[in-house]
């Protein structure tokens, strides 16, 4: 077994043990601590509350780390999620006498169901509405908790009054007693089991992180419109990210019921929600071991001595009213890491070792792509007499203004349309409308011959419609190999099961299309760069691999020339007619019109909504109508150029 | 039962004070202060430490307490929530600066002022007003009547005069807004300003009523913000008519079925409400543009 200190020593012949060096070095560090505060006796007693506290509150901070830190979503209900775990482990343990595999159960399901509930409730909201909904959550949690009767109020839970102890009887599970780290004489066993589960838990957020369920939160994050044009479901995406999540908090919760056999409502205050993000924060908000370190330092920092003499120190040398006690030093140090170390401890660290090591990070052998496979469109034929792609005098007004009006066009497998006209002219309303994010006001979008009007944008993805957007949107928490890879139709198909128990094993499916979606647009050297490192082309570039990588029949390019320097925008046409080659149907936004003299099969002009000319791209461009319209011309003009 | 609604009405309309200056920042800047409530226990106790001084007349001192908590929420904008919104629409760390900030300011005021209630000294009245058809108790009256009438006030400066015309323009776009000329920052401290100053008044005075406490924050903050929230959290008439109806709901819970779930049956209408409208009762959805 080794360490991951062991395995930067000697790097080379152990590649066959690399993936276990890491669970292995985490148990190693947990089983050390464990023995640590166990072999001493009552002496090491507090201590070993302080490792069964770090290590309950961790199970929900790595839940908490998901998603904020992954997916971008900012809870306050951590902590309330936290508490009803707690309390529906002790509740079913005292009163009703459960299984301790049972009351585990609900520990964890109470809260998966609470957390899908909210997640439904505020699926469709943007910005600070769900920590709004989770800060309401934690209210009314901490209310609940205090004030309900059958849980003792502020005598605690359990209580002398009601249960002749404040203490719960230790739990049995496969016949071991489940004794708390109280008593000297005891081996604290439900300290070894919640060490370990921290432990699991850890291990399964890495792999969870890992894998192309992961990926997904990281497009989330950045943006769901993208996601969803990756063919993710967004909705389903976000309450199976928030059941699981909760039910970790909620994991998290009985354990620290287990470790402290007795419960305080004033423990699970919207406080402990803050604290928990605080946690994720400064340990290093989507990264791996952030909230290792974040709820080890912020858990011992309260517990300890540490904040107390800071307190006094500040009432003895600075003032006895002005001072700031562990709440406000809890704060202090959230500021404090939002302004001086907004990666956290872990993702500081890793920004610095990453920049001392350059070479040996970036430099990617074999950049030569395979052969590339075939294109799917070659493989699903179009249904006999249907185009690929139709679009059935499709109109669309926002307000009063008619966006789209009454335009119809068709692209076949190998075709390049090319969809020109001046700013303004709706061009980016008819991408929108055909790769689902507006539905027409009339009009019909017909598919392999079926009518797709009414689907929505990660339906239209999964069947083999991609595309690109006017502003690239990538993530940049994501290498460009990852970002291309989210392209992959694993982004959306792999299910959180599977991910949970495959993780980083089930990535090789997609591997030989993403190395050659990188190869095809000249990106294969650059792939452990991150997004911000790449130049405006090069983003773009970037862009059009993950479209590639989807495996597309119909590839809708918004301007994908714009920004591009010459020798760039000649290898993207060169790029576009090898594409059109293999079978892609291809519609093409641009204002280039050198690209699309060069490309394009067709071109159709629009002007104001409203389809002018139609034809190839010579005739098209020839047009006066369509120039005058280019030139600026106003209406009438037109018209009597049309005339004459 | 009129009573208990005109009761709910008039704490209603201390909400829709605060929650308007919720809308108002965020329909320009895109943030919200989650240290509002402690903005207001600092107007209202800057309010009892003139509270002596007799040669200011009471309204004065209102005035004092929201220039006091107006400058400090322009500081606030510009150093904590602005630098904080840097990196497009996915920052939210404004959220967690200023939620932090919300601890540290409520710890300071614990620790140095106590955490008893303190009277606020001027600005007590008692009795009921009689209006008519119901009876509410007169404090609440006058802290209802100032808030509402703020609270119009600044909705018609936003709605019709030139500087909302600028405020309407920053939240519409910006960007395109800062390409004619118009400083979105400066807006945004405006907006922070107008919204914590008003909010202030209110709170004082409601402090008159039940005292000066570092931890009245939390309690309006909720409150308010899910006013907000049923208003749209961008409609300035939208957070009035969310005010005045949450405080309706939480006080007739109260009546009916006690204060435990008078506390939370407002806050359970909020969630509702958004299940069916998930952006509020009055605001309408805006499609994100690609």
Redesign the interface.
């Known amino acids: 077994m080794k360490s991951p200190l062991a395995r930067r020593v000697h790097d080379g012949p152990s590649i066959a043990l690399r993936p276990l060096a890491f669970p292995a070095g985490v148990a190693l560090v947990a089983a050390v601590m464990l023995f640590a505060v166990i072999s001493g006796g009552a002496e090491q007693l507090s201590n070993a509350q302080l490792v069964g506290q770090i290590a309950a509150m961790l199970i929900a901070t790595l839940g908490l780390n998901l998603l904020v830190g992954n997916a971008g979503m900012h809870s306050f209900g951590q902590g309330a999620f936290f508490g009803i775990g707690a309390y529906a482990f002790m509740y079913t343990q005292q009163e009703w006498n459960w299984p301790a595999l049972m009351s585990f159960a609900a520990a964890v399901a109470v809260p998966a169901v609470l957390g899908g509930w909210v997640a439904i409730a505020t699926t469709r909201m943007r910005g600070p509405q769900l920590a709004m909904v989770t800060l309401i959550l934690a209210v009314v949690v901490q209310r609940f908790l205090s004030e309900a009767t059958a849980l003792g109020q502020f005598g605690g839970y359990p209580n002398v009054a009601k249960h002749d102890s404040t203490l719960l009887e230790p739990p049995s599970l496969f016949g071991i007693k489940l004794e708390a780290p109280l008593f000297g004489d005891v081996v604290p066993t439900a300290l070894i089991l919640t060490v370990a589960l921290a432990v699991v838990a850890l291990l399964v957020c890495r792999r969870l992180m890992g894998s192309a369920w992961g990926r997904s939160l990281s497009t989330i994050k950045e943006s769901e419109l993208l996601a969803a044009h990756l063919g993710v479901n967004v909705y389903l995406r976000k309450i199976a990210l928030l059941s699981y999540t909760s039910a970790m908090a909620g994991l998290g919760g009985a354990c620290y019921a287990l470790i402290f056999a007795h419960l305080q409502p004033e423990t699970f205050t919207l406080m402990l929600g803050v604290n928990m993000i605080v946690m994720v924060i400064l340990g290093g908000a989507g990264t791996v071991l952030g909230p290792v370190v974040g709820t080890a330092v912020v858990v011992y920092l309260q517990t300890s001595s540490t904040i107390g003499a800071i307190v006094d120190a500040q009432t003895r040398y600075i003032s006895d009213t002005w001072f700031l006690s562990a709440q406000g030093l809890i704060a202090l140090i959230m500021l404090l890491t939002l302004f001086l170390l907004p990666a956290g401890i872990v993702g500081s660290l890793t920004a610095l070792s990453r920049r001392r090591l350059p070479q040996r990070r970036r430099q990617v052998p074999n950049a030569e792509p395979p052969v590339a496979p075939a294109s799917a469109a070659g493989e699903r034929e179009a249904s006999s007499g249907d185009h690929l792609l139709s679009m059935m005098d499709a109109s669309l007004s926002f307000g009063g203004v008619r966006a789209v009006n009454g335009v119809s066009l068709r692209v076949d497998p190998g075709e390049i349309l090319a969809l020109i006209g001046p700013n303004g002219a709706g061009k980016s309303t008819l991408v929108n409308l055909i790769s689902g994010v507006y539905r027409g006001d009339t009009g019909r979008i017909e598919y392999r011959g079926e009518d797709i009007s009414s689907t929505r944008p990660h339906e239209r993805a999964r069947a083999g419609i991609g595309r690109t957007f006017q502003t690239p949107i990538v993530s940049p928490d994501l290498t460009v190999y990852d970002n291309v890879r989210s392209g992959a139709p694993e982004i959306w198909s792999e299910k959180l099961g599977a991910a949970l128990l495959a993780g980083r094993r089930g990535v090789s499916a997609s591997k030989a299309r993403v190395d050659w979606a990188l190869g095809a647009v000249g990106l294969a050297g650059l792939v452990e760069l991150t997004p911000d490192e790449l130049s405006y082309g090069q983003r773009r570039a970037l862009e059009l691999a993950r479209a590639l990588a989807s495996e597309p029949s119909v590839l809708v390019l918004d301007e994908p020339a714009a920004g591009l320097n010459e020798s760039e925008t000649a290898e993207l046409s060169e790029l576009l007619r090898r594409l059109a080659a293999d079978g892609l149907a291809i519609i093409l936004v641009e204002h280039h019109m050198d690209l699309v003299r060069e490309v394009a099969d067709r071109a159709l002009c629009l002007i104001e909504g409203t389809p002018l000319v139609e034809g190839t791209p010579a005739t098209v461009l020839a047009d006066p109508r369509v120039t005058a319209a280019y030139l600026g011309s106003d209406e009438s003009e037109i018209k009597e150029k049309s005339r004459a | 039962m009129i009573d208990q609604i005109c009761v709910g009405a008039s704490i209603g309309c201390l909400y829709a004070l605060v929650a308007q200056g919720f809308a108002l920042t965020f329909k320009t800047t ?1 943030t ?1 202060n989650f240290a509002v409530g402690e903005f207001m226990a600092i107007g209202a106790f800057t309010c009892v430490a003139i509270s002596t001084v007799a040669w200011i007349p009471a309204p004065l001192k209102l005035g004092v307490a929201a220039v006091v908590v107006a400058l400090l929420a322009c500081v606030v904008f510009r150093f ?1 929530i602005s630098p ?1 919104t840097a990196a497009g ?2 920052d ?2 404004w ?3 200023t ?6 300011l ?3 005021l ?3 002022q106590g955490t008893t209630h303190r009277a606020l000294g001027f600005a007590k009245i008692g009795g009921a007003a009689d209006l008519g058809f119901a009876k509410v108790p007169g404090q609440l009256a006058l802290m209802a009547g100032v808030s509402i009438a703020l609270a119009v006030v600044i909705a018609i400066v936003v709605t019709r005069t030139p500087l909302g015309i600028t405020m309407q323009a920053v939240a519409e776009d910006a960007e395109t807004a800062e390409l004619v000329g118009i400083d979105a920052r400066r807006v945004g401290m405006v907006s922070y300003a107008l919204g914590s100053a008003a909010t202030a008044v209110g709170a004082t005075l409601w402090s008159a009523h039940v005292g000066v406490f570092p931890d009245m924050g ?1 309690v309006l903050l ?1 409150s308010a ?2 006013a907000a ?1 049923i208003g749209g ?1 961008t409609s300035v008439w939208g957070a009035i008519a969310g005010g005045i109806l949450f405080g309706i709901i939480s006080q007739l819970a109260t009546v009916w079925f006690g204060s ?1 779930v008078g ?2 049956a407002g ?2 209408a ?2 509702l409400i ?2 069916v409208r ?2 509020g009762l009055f605001a309408q959805r805006i ?2 543009k ?1």
């Open positions: 895109r919200l904590l904080f629409a996915h939210a760390r959220l967690l600066v939620v932090a900030l919300s601890l540290l409520v710890d300071v614990r620790n140095s939390p909720v913000f899910a929230v959290l435990t506390g939370v806050l359970l909020v969630v958004l299940v998930p952006d499609e994100v690609v």
